[in-house]
């Protein structure tokens, strides 16, 4: 079976049908490999991998009911919950994580959705991290459109902003809002200019039609989101953990390599769930596509492998970070 069309890539399409999407899982796992292999080339260099740190500047007490989230007053995680806080102690950990090679900060906070004097903390925290030369992303819940337009300002890079998974699956995971929701704010963000971070986690008890579906959201999108997070779900000691089987490394990788070719020019990045794979999957991960992890050794409340193995890691496999103005080509 041959690689898509040159001139069909050029033009990330976002009208993919589930059928497409579908034959591309059902694909054999070799075949499946190289196409996405071949697809990546085309727009990025498959050495160079971005690197993100993420921080959780408000953690806890969350009144949303994602039953993957240690973080929701729903799950007894035993988690503690934290105040916002405060901007020194979040550029301190910027710098740091500067110095150990990120090229983007992300900060992450607990909430449904920001208040206004809240999301003022919040911008004066994007602009202390752009003020490093860092890119920026923050993940605060639902947003308004003024709301939106005050991150910009700010200087936002990046809102992450996840639709978690399929239409269909979406309400045995989340009650407390509508996917509907989820693509409103996904659509005040696109609006006011800000790039999008918007992908899912796969190992909650969905089924292969709702991974079809969640990437086939994902890449029917207006514009595709520039990064695409695909997250193994880990949230130990909440519903969707306790309640789900052990995901198949081979599904995961599946779900990369599809997600890269719909997504052609977008940054798929393996994210929580980094810190139980062996680094051969990782590897496969690389191989699929994926071209984007968090560094560091929390990713807000989830362990993650620490720096020093990361560096190992992309020492064996001959990868290194991307620098900071590498973009998609084409
Ligand atoms: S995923 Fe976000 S919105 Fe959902 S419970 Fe956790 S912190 Fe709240």
């Known amino acids: 079976m041959n690689a898509p069309p040159r001139d069909l890539l050029n033009n990330p399409r976002s ?3 589930r059928a497409e999407i579908s034959a591309l899982f059902a694909l054999p796992f070799p075949e499946l490999m190289f196409r996405a292999a071949s697809v990546h080339r085309i727009y990025f260099d498959p050495r160079e991998v971005q690197i993100s740190t993420l921080l959780s500047v408000k953690t806890g007490g969350c009144p949303e009911d994602c039953s993957y989230c240690t973080q929701s007053v729903h799950n007894q995680t035993g988690l503690k919950a934290t105040k916002l806080m405060d901007v020194e102690a979040v550029l301190t ?11 983007r900060f992300c900060m992450g906070a607990a909430w449904r959705n920001p208040k ?5 903390v919040v911008c004066t925290m994007v602009e202390g991290v752009k003020a490093l030369g860092m890119e920026t992303c923050v993940t605060l819940g639902m947003l308004t459109a003024a709301q939106a337009l005050r991150l910009k300002q700010a200087g936002l890079d990046y809102y992450n902003h996840n639709l ?3 239409p269909e699956y979406y309400r045995h995971v989340i009650t407390t809002r509508t996917y509907q929701d989820r693509l409103e704010t996904l659509g005040h ?5 800000i790039a999008v971070c918007c992908g899912g986690i796969i190992g909650m008890g969905e089924s292969q039609g709702d991974r079809i579906g969640l990437i086939h959201a994902l890449a029917t999108l207006p514009v595709h989101p520039e990064s695409v997070p695909v997250n193994a779900l880990v949230g130990e000691g909440t519903p969707s953990a306790d309640a789900s089987p052990t995901l198949d490394p081979f599904d995961f990788v599946r779900t990369i390599a599809v997600a890269r070719i719909v997504m052609p020019k977008s940054m798929v990045r393996l994210s929580a769930g980094r810190e139980g794979m062996s680094a051969e999957t990782q590897a496969l991960c690389f191989l699929a596509g994926a071209n984007s992890i968090f560094y560091g050794s929390k990713l807000l409340t989830t362990p993650n492998p620490e720096a020093d193995c990361d560096r190992a890691l992309f020492a064996k496999l001959g990868l290194c970070p991307m620098p900071l103005d590498a973009k998609a080509d084409g």
């Open 189 to 193: 963000v696109r609006s006011s200019g």
């Open 164 to 166: 978690d998974t399929s």
């Open 116 to 120: 206004d004097k809240d999301l003022e």
């Open 15 to 17: 009208d993919w049908t």
């Open 93 to 103: 950990e910027a710098r740091a994580a500067k110095e150990a090679g990120a090229s």
